[in-house]
């Protein structure tokens, strides 16, 4: 097991969680990320299908001879770019040296006016090809990706088809990720209420401003109805996607069994058996790879790993070792 010490207020997932988010926890964050967000280009990348996606890429005028190492960071479910569990380590990044690219996924970040159709987890060819795009466009050395919670779990999907199409990735960390939706979908039914009503109250805001871009597209009284994530998932996914039912969506986007048996990119991947979003016990329907390094902590929370609420946290010293020689 990976060893994470933390200060005993933070040996209770919850605490690391909750604290990770925080108001004081944004204060920090905000003022140490304010160089990077201040000389952060917002880009819309155009990609096939008609499809539109924003990121934020900070990167300082490189030569041909003096080419910078290029991360690209993707957020969670309902995060975005400027997510406070990923502005440190991509403005201590910044401030070391790399391009960093923080994507922002379909409809997140206010970005629902860029396509008509709904996010969903199984849109994997857009963020393929948006981590394509942004490897041509951006001059570079390496090419690093990581991802937290539903963006680490993008990240090896990434990582699994890179092969295939002609994306060069030095390595991948993913934090917290996903691994099997069907299971995680069940744990909401006995996860705190604070988390459930957290996640339905962003997910219903964020269904509003889309219903109001595209009133003939989405209707919002059925949406607000909805009381757990299982049933607006459901509705969702049956009402306005291609997907015939729950099942076969949540399979769609699982890495779990033979799923990451193609992945040919060093992957380092975080896991926190105290984590009170992901099962953690998940991690052993990983697919066995000389390419997957699995990292155990027994503490940790969802995508939190403090050390303080004011200091770099444990996740982002780890990654930084291994990208900052």
Known sequence: MTSYSPPKIFRNGHLNTIAAASALRKAYVNRISRTLRSHS???????????RLQGFLGTSHTTKTDRKPLVMIIHGWLGCANSLYLLPIASTLY???????????????????????????????????????????????????????????????????????????????????????ENALNETKSMLKIYTEYYLRRWKHMLHKKHLLFPDNYESYVIKQQQSLTSMTEHLLL????????????????????????????????????????????????YQSDNLNVHLTQFGGHCGYLNGLFDMNWIDEQIINQLIE
């Open 41 to 51: 280009e917002s880009i819309t990348l155009e990609l096939e299908d008609d499809v």
């Open 95 to 181: 401030q070391n040296g790399f391009s960093v690219f923080r994507l922002n996924l379909r409809d997140h970040g206010d970005t629902q006016h860029l396509n008509k159709e709904l996010f969903h987890s199984c849109r994997l060819d857009e963020v393929f090809h948006a981590a394509l795009e942004i490897q041509k466009l951006v001059p570079h050395s390496d090419f690093y990706l990581i991802g937290f919670s539903l963006g680490g779990n993008f990240a090896l999907r990434i990582g699994a088809h890179a092969h295939k199409h002609n994306l060069t990735i030095k390595k991948i960390f993913s934090i917290c990720p996903v691994m099997d939706p």
């Open 239 to 286: 009402q306005y996607t291609e997907f015939d039912s729950l099942q076969n969506y949540l399979n769609g986007y699982a890495i779990i069994g033979n799923r990451l048996k193609s992945l040919t990119v060093p992957s380092e991947v975080y896991i926190a058996e105290d984590d009170p979003i992901i099962p953690a016990r998940d991690c052993e329907k990983l």
